[in-house]
């Protein structure tokens, strides 16, 4: 565990982790009525058109699902009830994980700075977003709502070793902040948490929140001719290359949570980030001779152009 942190015995978790000069962070403006752990003073107040949107996306991705989502997913969805009806109330939900992994849900306005998220992370604080969808955005939203993020993510923190996986995601950010590699573990977030796949007994499935809280690439991850699926490897996804606004040319597969949590915690990332190079090594679309392959690509779809040609995710 000690591996993944920059000094062990000097970290304080219990604060926001400094940025140190010169380390690439996105440029995000905090509103002025926000402390500098970025949480809204209490989640908002849903319309009933927005509580409706909540319901009607629900209802999509449950008819989408079934067959394609991690087991683990659809043992959380099912404990927490998130279908009983209307945006959640995060305060509730807090209440019914605490007791099951000792998470909690709490809302911040937008996405939020990378030091702020590993603070909440490796304090196990979820931050979700406060906010919802339009009708207009049903399918798509650029940036994470409280249904990708509540929907998408919080049924995965009943589980207890992934649970302990994203505590221990947060507190690398403070190694990756010391080394300025914040691209490479970004990368290892979106390939995992955001989208990850899982071998089960029944097949191959989805536990990354960006596929289950859409109903296309949760199609398209487990089932698509156009992606690659290889066998996840720490080293390998952290200098790969991954798509923000479109399917991903290449998923990472793994056996169980408890394989993720060893390769990711028994690493020794100060090797690891003295040998990265700034930038990423390898494209989003690259199979390489060490990987483990248990789909070859056609990447049909990307090779089109993707959502932009209008290409069919195929």
Not at 12 to 34: K, M, N, Y
Not at 51 to 73: E, N
Not at 243 to 262: A, G
Not at 269 to 285: E, V
């Amino acid at each position: 565990m000690e591996s993944l942190l920059i000094r062990p015995d000097a970290v304080d978790f219990s604060t926001i982790p400094q940025v140190p000069e010169g380390t690439c962070v996105a440029p995000l403006q905090r509103p002025a009525h926000l402390g500098e752990d970025w949480l809204e003073p209490q989640q908002r107040v849903y319309t009933a058109e927005e509580h409706g949107i909540w319901d009607d996306l629900f209802a999509q991705q449950m008819d989408v699902l079934p067959g394609r989502a991690a087991s683990s997913f659809i043992a959380g969805l099912k404990r927490l009830d998130l279908g009983r009806g209307g945006v959640p109330d995060f305060g509730a939900l807090s209440e019914e994980l605490q007791p099951i992994t000792g998470w909690s849900v709490v809302p911040v306005p937008m996405l939020i700075p990378d030091h702020v998220f590993f603070y909440h992370l490796a304090n196990r604080r979820f931050p979700a977003g406060n906010f919802i969808r339009t009708r207009a955005q049903f399918d798509y939203i650029s940036e994470p709502d409280v249904f990708h993020d509540v929907f998408g993510h919080v049924p995965m923190l009943t589980d207890p070793i992934y649970a302990d996986y994203m505590q221990e995601y947060g507190r690398a950010g403070w190694k990756a902040l010391a080394y300025n590699r914040l691209k490479a573990l970004s990368a290892l977030y979106w390939y995992t948490v955001e989208f990850g796949l899982i071998r089960e007994a029944e097949g191959i499935r989805a536990y990354g929140a960006g596929i289950l809280s859409g109903p296309l690439e949760a199609k398209f991850s487990v089932e698509g001719q156009s992606p690659n699926r290889v066998h996840l490897e720490v080293d390998r996804v952290m200098r790969t290359d991954y798509v923000i606004s479109d399917m991903q040319p290449t998923y990472f597969v793994i056996d169980s949570f408890e394989e993720l949590y060893r390769k990711t915690v028994e690493r020794n990332f100060d090797d690891l980030y003295r040998g990265l190079n700034p930038g990423f090594t390898y494209s989003n679309q690259a199979v390489l001779g060490g990987d483990k392959v248990y789909h070859l690509g056609s990447q049909e779809y990307a090779n089109r152009g993707g959502q932009g040609s209008g290409a069919k995710p195929v």
